[in-house]
């Protein structure tokens, strides 16, 4: 059998049964500090598909570069088949600046495929489509909710797309819901050029969250072991099948004021159900917000202050939600391994 061939990306080529930090040019601050886009390839020495795991396409989305530090640590990346192209910090510039936005105030997940000689977000995203997606067979990108907004660990997938679906249930996050393609996203672009690309959003912005980083490790192990990249070993089972919705409904603050939240991300809903309260600062004028649908949360704001049409609570429309919430605590209760290598 003829010996598989070095993975060459950003000038180095990774032998076979190795793995190699790249660091791809991508600009230069007004300081003359480099910025690179950096990425661990860990190539098989047996043949297999290319999986890209993207973090920090958000800067504050901090929970998917601590889910990536984990599963470059995973002993079931020793024996792998194919190539994991792990990019743990896609925007480097809202990572170092605790923002969403690059400094041009542009969101990088609206401008993909993007340009060569774009905008510093354009430019950005051309070199992360030319030297990372399009040179894998399926990704997964990793995003949270935004500052002091939380969500309830799940995977959202293009509708009818049967790869994904099977991908997205071979990850196993508590809720997995249909999501639209979204213009200039990562994942529009991605699957134009025949990508197929899950999302998993959990936590808050800015903010570490243990179940939402050991969900997305364990997810994204079970999705290898699907891919059959790695074996079965350290893979962790899936506690309870996934909550599918095809739709979500968002619920905001009916005025202005003082927010009390009475339901938590996971639990379930049923119409009529009070999931909080908005009152003034004397405490003579209430308003309760009450759920229409039978569902589960899914997402929350964490801000007690609001004004009228925030959002306050994200529901995953689903007619079987208290049974769903009993597989949620299933996950949420799954006893915890004592070294984080065994975790992962």
Avoid at 21 to 31: F, K, M, W
Avoid at 220 to 225: A, E
Avoid at 264 to 292: C, I, K, M, R, Y
Avoid at 330 to 335: I, K, N, P, Y
């Amino acid at each position: 059998m003829a010996r598989r061939k070095p993975f060459e990306i950003g000038g180095t080529a990774v032998a076979p049964g190795t793995r190699a930090r790249v660091d791809i040019p991508v600009s230069t601050l007004s300081n003359h500090t480099p910025v690179h886009l950096s990425v661990e390839v860990v190539h098989g020495k047996r043949p297999g598909p290319v999986l890209f795991v993207s973090a920090a396409v958000h800067g504050d989305e901090v929970i998917g570069v601590e889910i990536v530090r984990r599963l470059l640590r995973s002993g079931a990346l020793k024996t792998m088949a194919g190539t994991l192209l792990a990019v743990p910090i896609v925007n480097t510039f809202g990572f170092l600046n605790h923002s969403r936005y690059l400094p041009d105030r542009r969101d990088l997940n609206r401008v993909f495929p993007g340009l060569s000689a774009g905008s510093m977000a354009s430019q950005l995203a051309h070199i992360f489509m030319q030297e990372i997606v399009l040179r894998a067979d399926v990704g997964v990108d990793l995003h949270s909710a935004a500052i002091n907004r939380t969500n309830l660990p799940q995977i959202r997938l293009t509708p009818d797309n049967a790869r994904l679906e099977e991908l997205g249930l071979a990850f196993g996050a508590p809720v997995m819901m249909d999501s639209k393609l979204r213009e200039g996203s990562l994942r529009m672009a991605a699957e134009a050029a025949g990508i197929d690309v899950l999302l998993y959003e959990a936590g808050e912005g800015l903010r570490f969250d243990e179940f939402a980083a050991r969900a997305g490790v364990s997810g994204l192990l079970r999705v290898m072991r699907h891919m059959r990249m790695i074996g079965s070993k350290g893979v962790p089972r899936n506690k309870g099948k996934p909550v599918r919705a095809r739709s979500s409904t968002w619920y905001r603050a009916p005025r202005g004021g003082l927010f009390r939240g009475y339901i938590a991300v996971g639990d379930a809903v049923q119409p009529g159900t009070v999931l909080g309260a908005v009152a003034n600062a004397f405490g003579d004028v209430e308003s309760e917000v009450l759920a229409e649908q039978s569902g589960i949360v899914i997402g929350r704001t964490n801000m007690p202050v609001v004004y009228e049409g925030d959002a306050l609570f994200h529901v995953a429309e689903t007619s079987r939600a208290e049974a769903a919430a009993e597989g949620i605590s299933a996950h949420l209760e799954a006893s915890p391994l004592d070294d984080e290598d065994e975790i992962i």
